[in-house]
């Protein structure tokens, strides 16, 4: 079976990624100097192709660590590539680290009127509301709050408006742990080598606004070798997951879903599911609901095959749960007695070789009634914040509840897509894949009951749970995002999305 794993990039921990440095230093080799060499004209390329203009002047603070040598290579870089650039330097040079030293005294050597000790709060008064600033004060490697200097320097950049870009990650900020305290609230953030797992999370918004990451050369053998359970989902790792379309392919062997979907009034999550699904690639789709729904889902999904529940539900009016591949339920469906019967008998009845996502009140239900323990193996469960909280409560911040998430999908045997900004899926083995695409325009109604389709023909197809959830979650963000350039973030709708879904996956071919 095809591994998500060798084709994502890991998320490693920033004592990782300090261990993977020595071994690259050891290895490659190379010395340490050079290395921070090399990460710096990376950076410069990057700030060279994403800020052009040389009108600006451009102010970096660096401070007495490894991060402020960047910050001291990167100032006499872009001075070569034509920017105005100053430094303002936070702390002793004679007490900073071996290679921030050295930088430093070659800069001094080559600018001595470019650069300045920092000594009180009044020499950022240098900084002019056009400067750009280039925050290189502290690295990855803190792990505990700012206080003193730094603090206050942190807290007055923080109030001005200028423009701040951060190398490799905002001082004061954690890796990959809740930030406890300040920190530089970055415009830009370009992160070396990998994301860092602290930009995924949504209480870092104030802190990250946007970044980046490039790729300094760390050796892959010592990449490979990384133990690690977070992963940043790739282009490369969806495309292989999804299998191509035979040559002698038809409807029969593409997948057969079952849709358990609307209720009075909620006609529209079925469709929207119903289109997600078909655009999705499904062979054949099923939509199981309420009576009063079939004339809207028949009018706008005249390729689904409609069944209805029935006032009451009696099982399913003769429908064979063992002629699908994979059953969706949830979009629109209410949490009526009748609901919660019918969600019931489908948890009992459900052949083990049929896939299940469970989605909106599918997750409610499932959340009243206690019944995580009757879910099938393998099962995907798609919650919002809110969904989720029912389903397994939330931690004290974002990293515990990621941990509550992991651990959830390992005691059950799930598969849990917690919904947002950087959606991630969690697995039974205890991985977590986080997803790239997407944008906040995609929080609109309906826009998850696009994705549960989405998922819903890709397990139809013969995609594993894993592979189904993550290349579902990919497809389903990319085309929110394809939507998004063509309307804008305020005013994408579901059907948007839906629309975009085969764009997206031709995009994979």
Excluded at 373 to 381: A, D, T, V, Y
Excluded at 474 to 490: F, S
Aim: proline share 5%.
């Amino acid at each position: 079976m095809f591994n998500l794993n060798n084709f994502s990039l890991k998320i490693p921990t920033a004592d990782q990624v300090s261990t993977l440095d020595q071994f690259t230093i050891l290895n490659e080799p190379i010395t340490s100097l050079e290395l921070m060499e090399r990460a710096s004209k990376i950076f410069c390329h990057w700030f060279v192709k994403n800020f052009p203009s040389r009108e600006n002047r451009i102010m970096v603070l660096a401070g007495p660590g490894n991060n402020g040598g960047d910050g001291l290579a990167v100032a006499r870089l872009l001075i070569i590539e034509h920017y105005n650039i100053n430094v303002l330097f936070l702390g002793n040079p004679d007490k900073a680290s071996e290679d921030c030293k050295t930088n430093f005294d070659k800069f001094i050597k080559i600018f001595p009127n470019r650069i300045k000790i920092l000594s009180t709060l009044t020499d950022l008064s240098q900084i002019g509301p056009g400067d750009f600033i280039i925050d290189a004060l502290l690295g990855s490697g803190l792990n505990k709050p700012l206080e003193g200097n730094f603090l206050r320097v942190v807290r007055k950049v923080n109030s001005l408006p200028n423009k701040t870009i951060s190398i490799d990650i905002p001082t004061g900020m954690f890796a990959d742990e809740t930030t406890v305290g300040d920190s530089i609230q970055a415009d830009h953030v370009l992160s070396f080598e990998f994301p860092k797992l602290s930009f995924l999370m949504p209480e870092s918004e104030e802190r990250v606004k946007q970044w980046d990451f490039e790729s300094i050369g760390l050796l892959k053998r010592g990449v490979d070798e990384l133990d690690c359970n977070n992963f940043f989902l790739c282009k490369e790792a969806v495309k292989n997951a999804i299998p191509p379309r035979g040559k002698f392919s038809h409807k029969g062997v593409m997948g057969k879903v079952l849709l358990i979907a609307g209720q009075p009034g909620f006609a529209g999550a079925a469709i929207l599911s119903g289109r997600g699904c078909l655009r999705a690639g499904a062979g054949l789709l099923y939509i199981l609901s309420d009576e009063s729904c079939l004339t809207p889902i028949q009018t706008a999904l005249p390729e689904a095959i409609f069944s209805s529940m029935g006032k009451e539900f009696q099982g399913f009016n003769g429908i064979n749960l063992s002629d699908f591949d994979a059953i969706a339920c949830g979009p629109g469906l209410g949490q009526s007695p009748e609901a919660t019967d019918l969600l019931l008998w489908l948890l009992n009845q459900i052949p083990s070789a049929t896939k299940l996502v469970l989605d909106a009140d599918a997750l409610n239900i499932v959340a009243s009634n206690k019944l995580l323990c009757k879910l099938p193996p393998n099962s995907i469960l798609t919650p919002h914040p809110g969904e989720f909280s029912r389903l397994f409560g939330l931690g004290a911040n974002d990293f515990e509840t990621l941990e509550i998430q992991r651990q959830a999908s390992v005691k059950y045997g799930i598969h849990i897509i917690y919904k947002g900004r950087y959606s991630r899926l969690s697995t039974p083995g205890g991985i977590a894949f986080f997803n790239p695409t997407g944008n906040c325009g995609m929080a609109t109604a309906g826009s998850g009951d696009v994705l549960t389709g989405v998922i819903a023909a890709l397990l139809g197809r013969g995609l594993s749970g894993e592979n189904a959830a993550a290349a579902g979650m990919y497809i389903h963000g990319r085309a929110g995002d394809l939507a998004t350039y063509q309307l804008g973030e305020d005013g994408i709708l579901a059907s948007d999305i839906a629309q975009n879904i085969p764009i997206a996956m031709k995009e994979l071919i």
